[in-house]
Every structure is written in structure tokens, then in C-alpha cells.
């Protein structure tokens, strides 16, 4: 478990419900999940996984970036090429950084955190 602890989990992420990432949940339900679907496997060359993607791990603060600035570059995840425009979120700063922990650290990903100093970095 990403976070330890007591609490029951979610089956479709592998978090405790009481967790930290809560709110980044909260907000991938909203924003997220019609592209990136509720198990985060995407939609195989349309929309790409976010669950165990080699793409995501590789750079999180990349993934904050693209939520916030949108992107229109080609990727390749796990092995297959995605071409599709990602518009920027309608997010806050605080929400892009908790969806950005909440996506790294649900359906096994084990991929850190990002924080609001990253996400200014990046603004800069």
C-alpha cells in the first residue's frame, strides 16, 4: 500500500479511502477520468495509460506540466505511440499538484510526489 496505515482501500486504485491523495481523487474523477478512464488504463492509441505507464514514472514533473500547459507532443507509452492533444485543465495549482500525487501513487504506480515549489519552477 502507497501509503501505509489502517483504513480500508478502494479496489480500483489500491489506496486507502482516508488517504492523502483523496482530494487528487476527487479531482481525477472530475477532470480526468473521461479521457484516462476510472482504472487509469486510457484507451490503447487515443488516450494513454496512466496506470503503470513508463512515460508518467519516467517524469512526473513533466506530467504537471501537461495538466497545467496542456500538450500536443507526441508520446510514446509503454510501447505504443499517442498523438491526441491534451488541453490544459481547468484546475488550480493546488488541485494540478494533488491530481499529478494522486495519479502517481494509484493503481500500483510508486512514482513520488510533485509539489507546488515544481510546479512554479515549471511556471517560470
Known amino acids: 500500500m502507497a501509503c501505509g496505515g489502517s483504513g480500508s482501500v478502494d479496489s480500483d486504485d489500491m489506496l486507502p479511502v482516508d488517504s492523502k491523495y483523496a482530494e487528487g481523487k476527487e479531482i481525477y474523477s472530475r477532470t480526468c477520468v473521461a479521457c484516462h478512464m476510472k482504472d487509469g ?17 519516467a517524469d512526473p514533473k513533466r506530467a504537471l506540466k501537461q495538466v497545467v500547459q496542456g500538450s500536443d507532443e507526441v508520446m510514446v507509452v509503454n510501447g505504443v505511440e499517442y498523438d491526441q492533444v491534451m488541453p490544459p485543465q481547468d484546475v488550480t495549482d493546488e488541485e494540478a499538484v494533488a491530481v499529478v500525487n494522486y495519479i502517481l501513487n494509484a493503481w500500483g504506480n510508486d512514482g513520488g510526489e510533485v509539489t507546488m515549489e515544481d510546479l512554479k519552477k515549471i511556471q517560470n
Do not use: M, N, R
Open 41 to 57: 488504463k486510457g484507451l490503447e492509441g487515443v488516450f494513454p495509460p496512466l496506470a503503470k505507464s513508463d512515460y508518467l514514472l
